[in-house]
Every structure is written in C-alpha cells, then in structure tokens.
C-alpha cells in the first residue's frame, strides 16, 4: 500500500506535501455531443478531495454526479479543466499511466458488476490475473482482502448463491485487491435493503480508516452521506450549489437544491414544529431540532443522562420511533435543544449514537 500520512490536500498542496488519495478539480466542465444535441454536463468545478477523506457527491438526477465521478479514473475526460490525481493531471497520461491510475482509483457499482460465471475467488482475483501477478501472491492478496470484507469462507461460491450485501462485499474485495489509494462509489448502496446498506456502510467507514484509503460516493441517500461522509458536494445541473463539512451543509443548507434534497430526513416531524422550522436561528434564543439515528448493534441508543449533560436541561424530545427490521433495532430520537453556542462542533465530537445532525432550527416558543 503507498505511503500515507495526516498532511491534508490544501489548494498549497504540492509535490511535497503530496499524500497518496488525494484530488483537485480544477475548473472542471465537460460537454457531451451527440445526434440529440449538446449537454453540458459539468461547469467550472473547482474542488479537492483531501487524502483519507470520505467525500460525497449529491445532487438531482441529471446533476452531473456520475460524469463528475469518472472523471477521477478517466472514464470520462473533462472538455475543459483539469483533474488532478496526487497532483498530477491525469489527463498527460499514457496508455500504460492510464492502467496504473486505473489501479489506483478503485470502483463498486450500484448492481455489483459481478461476472456470474466465475466464483467469489475468480471474481476478486481478476484485476490480479489482468495485471500478471503470480499465483501465490494472487492466492494471498485475495484471501486478505475477502478477510476484510467478512467473506472467508466463501471463495468458491457463485455470485448466485449469495445475498446483495455480500455480493457488494465480492464487489468491494475486487476493488481493494489492487490496492488503490482511491475507491469510487457508484450509488453502492442503492440496490440494498437498510439493514444491509448499513452493513456496506460501516465496512467501507472502517475500510476507510484501517487503511486510510480515500472514498468518493455518490448516492441519492443523504442518510449515507449523514451516515459516513466527512465532506459533501452538492451539484446543480452541473454546477456547484454548495460544498462542505456535512454538518455545516446539512446542519444549515443554504441553497434550495440541498434543502429539496434533505427533504425528507425531517419527515415525521410533527407538522406545527416542521411549519415553523427554519435552516438557521432567528435569534440567539433558538432552538435546534437535533435528530439522532441508532441501531440496537453496539449499544449505541442514546443516552438520555449524556444528552442532557450536553445539550442543558431545557432539553426536549420532540420525536421518538423505534422500528424493527429483520429483528433489529432502528430507531431515531428528535430533541429539541439551546442552540447557542457552537452546537454543530459540540455535537460532531460526540459519539452519541449512529448519527446526530442539526435538521433545524424552531423559535423557543414552538
Ligand atoms: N454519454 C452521454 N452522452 C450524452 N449526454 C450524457 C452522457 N452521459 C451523461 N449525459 C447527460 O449529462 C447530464 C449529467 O449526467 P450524469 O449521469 O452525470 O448525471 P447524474 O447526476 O449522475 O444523474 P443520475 O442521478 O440520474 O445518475 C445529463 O443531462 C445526462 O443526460
């Protein structure tokens, strides 16, 4: 695996500073021709991606998101602008550059992409065979990497035999096997019941952080993004609307893309508290509506004493559900709370429960 460190990918970041996983998009466009005419997909896209960062990408069907993706492993080229992979513009690259990159920058599909004649071992193995490396080291890269993902065990299945979790689990072995700096997510969870998207979920957040490897997701779930993105993008017919930490986006959304998009993360609300919401206090006596996600796994309910510790005593539940699927617990708590002071920051330090995020902010007489 390539040398990784905590040095971040600042607009300074040069060939010094360089940590492998990193990204810049450089006044990125791209338009597509076609018999049906001219579309411009992306327009001035100008972002980093840090090394190490879980980075998601939302926006509307038709936003740009998935021609954005690929430009990180050149599956499509910008028409104007640069991508910068590790600081170098990938679009200088050479056929042989091009295969490296390619190994690189890793991709898991929303349907898998799983050949079906071939076993989970056949499956993970390819990129390896494509690549000429020898048998042993294919037969101990791949057992490592099925480890990782929980699939022991499983390598001589057929990808038939197995549910879409494991299958996205065979999926994400294959793209680990190379053993990129860089894994692009297409929609990975889209095709998977909760229960399981929360599986993949927690398994590419650890993934990200045993091996520091950058994640890029696009996803039309903002519970993924809430779930396990430390940055979001939010494109607008091919523009950027707004980009940030996802507390600060989702915690205070300015433009009406995000709000349309984080629409319904605040349904169940009762309706005179969600008629009155609004994205930011009106005043310094507002309260914020703070929603909490848990799983009964791992104890993480919250806790009633610890958020009071946190939030004051003027603490309110505003909304509580508990559902069960497939015999676990899900369950999502709205509080209401002060919410002066730097209460986004407060509550991003908090291992609180599986999620906790500001959804908005009521005047202190709702
Ligand atoms: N190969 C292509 N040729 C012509 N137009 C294209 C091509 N690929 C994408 N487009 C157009 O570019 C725009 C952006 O498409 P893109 O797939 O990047 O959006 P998206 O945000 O990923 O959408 P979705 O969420 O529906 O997948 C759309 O208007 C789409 O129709």
Redesign the pocket.
């Known amino acids: 695996m390539s040398s990784r460190g905590a040095a971040a990918s600042g607009p300074s970041a040069g060939s010094e500073t360089r940590v492998a996983g990193s990204v810049r998009f450089e006044g990125v466009g791209k338009v597509?021709t076609?018999s049906?005419g001219r579309?411009e997909?992306l327009q001035e896209i100008s972002i980093d991606i840090a090394a190490g960062s879980v980075f998601g990408i939302i926006?509307?069907?038709?936003?740009?998101?998935?021609?954005?993706l690929r430009t990180i492993n050149r599956l499509e080229q910008p028409t104007a602008g640069r991508v910068l992979v590790d600081g170098e513009d990938i679009a200088a690259y050479g056929e042989s550059a091009l295969v490296a990159l390619r190994r690189r920058v890793g991709m898991i599909f929303q349907h898998f992409n799983l050949l079906s004649a071939k076993t989970v071992f056949g499956n993970v193995a390819l990129p390896l065979v494509v690549a000429g490396v020898g048998a042993a080291e294919i037969e101990a890269r791949v057992g490592e990497v099925l480890k990782l993902v929980g699939l022991e065990g499983k390598e001589r299945t057929y990808p038939s035999r197995l549910s879409g979790g494991q299958k996205q689990r065979v999926g994400i072995a294959r793209a680990l096997v190379s053993r990129p700096d860089i894994l692009l997510c297409d929609e990975a969870t889209s095709a998977l019941d909760p229960e399981t998207t929360l599986s993949i979920l927690s398994l590419l957040k650890d993934i990200n952080r045993r091996l520091g490897l950058t994640i890029v997701l696009?996803t039309?779930e903002m519970s993924v993004i809430r779930e396990i993105c430390d940055e979001v993008l939010v494109?607008e017919a091919?523009r950027i609307a707004e980009t940030g930490p996802v507390w600060q986006v989702f915690g205070n959304p300015r433009h009406e893309a995000t709000k349309a998009l984080l629409a319904p993360l605040t349904r169940g609300l009762p309706e005179e508290i969600a008629s009155r919401m609004t994205s930011s206090p009106a005043n310094d006596a507002a309260l914020a509506l703070i929603d909490f996600t848990y799983t009964g796994e791992g104890g993480r309910e919250p806790d009633l004493a610890r958020l009071v510790a946190l939030l004051g005593s003027q603490l309110r539940i505003v909304q509580s559900q508990l559902d069960r699927i497939d015999g676990h617990l899900s369950g999502r708590l709205i509080v209401s709370a002060p919410a002066a002071g730097d209460l986004p920051s407060r509550l991003s330090g908090q291992d609180l429960a599986h999620g906790a995020r500001i959804i908005g902010y009521v005047p202190a007489n709702a």
Not at 59 to 68: Q, Y
């Open positions: 597509y076609s049906a579309v997909a926006g509307r069907s038709g936003a740009g998101k998935s021609s954005l696009i039309h494109l091919g």
